[in-house]
């Protein structure tokens, strides 16, 4: 129908729009995979480094204890060095992943559709830790926890895309026609301009805003602890939010 093919037209310009400045972004950070990795490597390193020197002012077991530790972050660095081009890749995925994926919630949440839209969040919110947990207790390691990281997103992804084409099948045929504007580019762009504004407020305090600009202050070891504290607060007042709409 002439109603079910505006909305998908609008959808596909915007998926269009997003892969042309997605990739752009995605081979940057593919090129800047080995200076990143080099610079967290080192900073791991000088760390371990600092860590062995005030080992050598104790004795006994917190002596020992400093030692593991500055083992531990040397291994880390050399973690992050041999798979930097993983850890990139990881990341590639999920910004392209989640970009397509906020163009079907959007579509959802312009059309009220707040069921699916609230069933598809809480799915990736209770996969993800459940997936990552899983992986570090069966013994993938770093492999398994960006599996669990990578895939939630993407069926996330295949969700909102198939309730968006469930949706756009809904609409009747000629039901409301006459109340569409011809082109609705001018009122996708409105709407787009301000949700826009308002992610980027709210990216201020997003977790990778803060690790992002707070990675000189906190060592790789701290991320972890601050993510933690952040999503276990996030999601407990998500899950008391959410039924409430």
Known sequence: ???AARPIKVIGQALFAKVVILVPVAVALLLLATPLARS???RQR???EDTAARASQLAGAPRAQALDKAATENALAREVEQRRHLFVGAVVLLVVWGALHDVFMQSLNAFFRRREWNAITLVGNLLQ???VASAVLLGYGVKGVLFGL????????????????RMARELSPGTGEADLPEDLRPRFLRYAAFDYTVQLSTWLYDLPFLVLFAARSLSLD??????FGYKFAKDYLTYVYWPLI
């Not at 701290?222 to 993510?227: E, S």
Request: proline share 9%; aromatic share 0%; with cysteine.
């Open 1 to 3: 129908s002439v109603l």
């Open 40 to 42: 967290l490597a080192e």
């Open 46 to 48: 000088a760390a371990a």
């Open 129 to 131: 830790p459940l997936l």
């Open 150 to 165: 990578v895939v939630t997103p993407l069926l996330c992804l295949v969700l909102s895309a198939r309730a968006v084409v």
């Open 222 to 227: 701290a991320v972890p602890v601050l993510g």
